[in-house]
């Protein structure tokens, strides 16, 4: 692999999809997905992988440097995204995970979030285009009526119009029930008026409409977020036969300057400057956060998604580097001043760093797979206790895959620039870019703490806390029927240690919620999330590990013999070093929480 150029790794996707999830015997076996073969799913990935490698990565830098240019109102994307833009439209890849009942190929979500992170990864700012649109028509095919399923779905599904989400206000920032935009009745419509900001691809000229999804809160309406109500806002208004009619009251007054993405317009929004921008309801009045719910949710994974990409195309650029550059000596030959230079990823350092990374690339993959697999099953549910079920899963694991996949994400790019040293600080390859480009990930879509907070003190605490202990029951299941198994025993001990005690925390910081104290829970909740985060993680690696020992002992072979034979043998070795090395951070996590220490609650302001 070239040091500069986007891979995907399909193989590992393969495998979680086929050896760890199994979704031939399980997932295809519904109705719903009857049409997909494992043959299907293996040649659907091959053809994401080669799309993303051949189009979008070859204009990813290139978009960064050129970068979108604000004129008058209007924004120009780089010039190479026109045409790769149109490309994925016309391969079909922007319908895949449509419902079938709206013209896509209605594939599931475990298949669409493999897709998913090999654009990203190729692309990351092309995605943020292609992704927003697709979960504001979901809105609309959710909650629309039928006119205005009728006038958007189609265009916005095949992607000749675009979709965006606009939620954020300049004085509310992330407490959406802070919003002041309004909307007044008129007639069959209302008006809207307002500012968004920071609103990712809001305009643009790669589509000649865009389609926004506004909160607003009706004039009359409670103040908060029980207030709010959703309404779907052209750029340019639909006449009732399709075609396009006037511009809609909707300006963009300027686009930000952004440590990465930049070419990705993030913009400034002004709605109803001449009190005549029309807005047609989603749902009814007061339903809008409610609503908007399920596009964050899809957006959250989405975001959670470009941790992975990133963190995964980082790892892969660094490894080819290390197996390339030659500098120093190996440590055994250090004595020796005629000892000949070797490649730097024989050295011991260079080889922890590379191994951090890949035990957190497969854990994070593995996490976002786990949940999208539950969230195929609960749509596809027999009934309602199995959809529940399933669907407790996905909910109780969303804040964890957004929070811990962009926060550890951002360290693996990190890791790979100090992988790579100089060299990785540098235009000249890709790693930099990952990096800048992945931080805002863990802002946008609820920030960190904000996932952290809807973790421990609304998922956690749902039905009685049932979600959290089947997810103790799924873990404890795990544990009795490995614990015997003679070449990870160790493995599941610590696995069954790091449950423990995760239950243990959870139980003492509900205690002291329910006693009165509501904030040191919530002083600790980030570091609860990455404790969680970390233990899920063992869980999933270790599972890894344990259908990878199989395969290995079946094929005979080493890993320095047979191409397989190396793939499982990584997968061991990836879950033997997170269990082993960076489990045990997860303590720290632990002591921090039990001590009680409060000097973040009690320090003056001015003592800062």
Not at 352 to 359: H, S, V
Not at 492 to 498: I, P, R, Y
Request: hydrophobic fraction near 40%.
């Amino acid at each position: 692999m070239s040091t500069t150029e986007y891979r995907a790794n399909t193989r590992d996707m393969k495998f979680i999809l086929h050896e760890m999830l199994k979704i031939e015997d399980t997932l295809l076996k519904r109705e719903a997905f009857s049409e997909f073969g494992v043959d299907d799913v293996n040649m659907i990935l091959d053809e994401a992988a080669k799309f993303a490698e051949t189009v979008f990565g070859p204009i990813n830098q290139e978009g960064d440097r050129e970068g979108c240019k604000f004129d008058n109102g209007k924004v120009q994307v780089p010039k190479a995204y026109h045409e790769a833009y149109w490309k994925y439209i016309e391969n079909g890849w922007n319908a895949i995970g449509i419902p079938a009942d709206a013209g896509g190929q209605g594939a599931p979500s475990v298949l669409t979030t493999a897709t998913g992170e090999m654009m990203t990864g190729a692309s990351t700012s092309m995605g943020v285009y292609t992704g927003l649109t697709i979960g504001a028509a979901r809105l609309i095919h959710s909650f629309g009526s039928d006119d205005l399923k009728n006038l958007y779905m189609e265009k916005m599904f095949s992607g000749e119009w675009a979709g965006t989400m606009q939620l954020t206000e300049p004085d509310a920032g992330s407490d959406v029930g802070a919003a002041k935009s309004v909307a007044k009745r008129a007639g069959d419509h209302y008006l809207i008026s307002g500012t968004k900001m920071f609103i990712s691809g809001a305009e643009q000229d790669l589509t000649e409409n865009i389609i926004h999804a506004v909160l607003a809160r009706v004039e009359g309406a409670p103040a908060g977020v029980k207030g709010l109500s959703l309404f779907i806002v052209p750029k340019i208004l639909v006449n009732p036969d399709g075609s396009l009619g006037e511009p809609n009251d909707v300006n963009c007054g300027s686009i930000e300057e952004k440590i990465g993405m930049h070419a990705s317009a993030t913009c400034l929004m002004n709605l109803g400057e001449n009190d005549n921008c029309r807005g047609y309801i989603l749902g009814e009045e007061g339903q809008g956060i409610r609503l908007m719910f399920q596009m964050m949710n899809e957006s959250r994974i989405g975001t959670a998604l470009q941790g992975v990409a990133l963190a995964g195309g980082a790892y892969l650029n660094s490894l080819s580097y290390a197996k390339e550059r030659v500098q120093g000596v190996a440590i055994e030959n250090a004595r020796d001043p005629n000892a000949s230079k070797v490649e730097i990823i024989k050295h011991p350092d260079v080889r922890r760093m590379l191994l951090t990374q890949k035990a957190y690339v497969e854990g994070m993959r593995a996490m976002l797979h786990y949940c999208a697999y539950h969230i195929d099953m609960a749509e596809t549910a027999a009934d309602k206790e199995e959809h529940d079920k399933h669907m407790g899963v996905a909910e109780l694991l969303t804040p964890i895959c957004k929070a811990y996949c962009t926060d550890m994400g951002f360290r693996c790019t990190e890791l790979a620039i100090q992988t790579m040293g100089g060299s990785g600080c540098t235009a000249d390859y890709p790693v930099e870019q990952h990096m800048r480009d992945l931080k805002p990930a863990s802002i946008y879509e609820g920030t960190t703490g904000i996932q952290a907070l809807d973790l421990l003190g609304r998922k956690v605490a749902m039905k009685g806390g049932s979600l959290f202990m089947n997810f103790i029951s799924t873990l404890t299941e795990f544990v009795e029927a490995h614990k015997g198994n003679e070449a990870h025993k160790d493995l599941v001990a610590k696995l069954e240690t790091g449950k423990d005690k995760l239950s243990e925390i959870t139980m003492h910081l509900g205690s002291l919620s329910m006693g009165g104290d509501p904030l040191y829970p919530v002083l600790s909740a980030t570091p609860y999330l990455f404790l969680f985060g970390d233990v899920l993680t063992a869980y999933l690696l270790t599972w890894q590990a344990v259908i990878a020992q199989e395969k290995l002992d079946a094929l005979g072979k080493k890993p320095e013999e047979d191409a397989e034979a190396a793939f499982y043998s990584g997968k061991v070795m990836s879950a033997r070093f997170f269990v082993n090395n960076l489990l045990p951070n997860a303590y720290g996590l632990i002591e921090g929480i039990m001590n009680g220490d409060r000097s973040a609650l009690e320090i003056a302001e001015e003592a800062f």
